[in-house]
């Protein structure tokens, strides 16, 4: 997954770079907490965070079945993805656009099962049955992947705003 990567120099430092997007990538992947943006079925937003995995090129978080942003996805699979470090003078911020696709494999779920222990701890531990996660206390949750349509990161310090466009998959 090479996206097109392009620099928009309006909101850029003079002499600024575009980010590469294996740096973004890898932000993705190290960054604990998510804010996930969908649409209420009325048309209006509904943000919260979540914990998420980077995961073969897609952005995977997961939900209770009966939770708004679930029941939002079942109306519009669209939706973004935001994380970053709250600074106004250092770091990266990320946001990831794209259609949320359920996840139902229970290969692919296992799999996301064991990051999702490995990035948050054991306290993060989910079975796999269904086609889903449920945790110790005996819930279920909807499992969603996120492949890239846009992303952009905005870097602080010396200021750059990049946007990674990515091919439609096929």
């Not at 969603?144 to 200021?159: E, I, T």
Request: hydrophobic residues 40%; contains cysteine.
């Amino acid at each position: 997954m090479n996206p097109i990567t392009e620099l928009d120099p309006r909101y850029s430092a003079p002499g600024a770079t575009a980010t590469p997007w294996a740096e973004a990538r890898d932000g993705l992947a190290r960054a604990e907490t998510f804010w996930l943006s969908t649409i209420r079925p009325g048309g209006g937003p509904h943000v919260t965070p979540l914990l998420a995995v980077w995961h073969d090129g897609t952005l995977c978080f997961c939900t209770g079945v009966a939770e708004q942003k679930a029941r939002n996805l079942e109306a519009d699979l669209r939706c973004a993805l935001t994380t970053g470090g709250g600074s106004r003078t250092q770091g990266l911020d990320l946001v990831v656009e794209g259609v949320a696709r359920r996840v139902t494999d229970p290969a692919r779920l296992r799999t996301l099962a064991d990051a999702w222990e490995a990035k948050y701890g054991p306290e993060w531990r989910f079975e796999v049955r269904d086609g889903a996660f449920h945790s110790h206390e005996g819930g279920a949750a909807a499992v969603f992947a996120v492949a890239p349509v846009r992303a952009y990161g905005f870097r602080k310090g010396d200021y750059s705003q990049t946007r990674w466009t990515f091919e439609p998959a096929g």
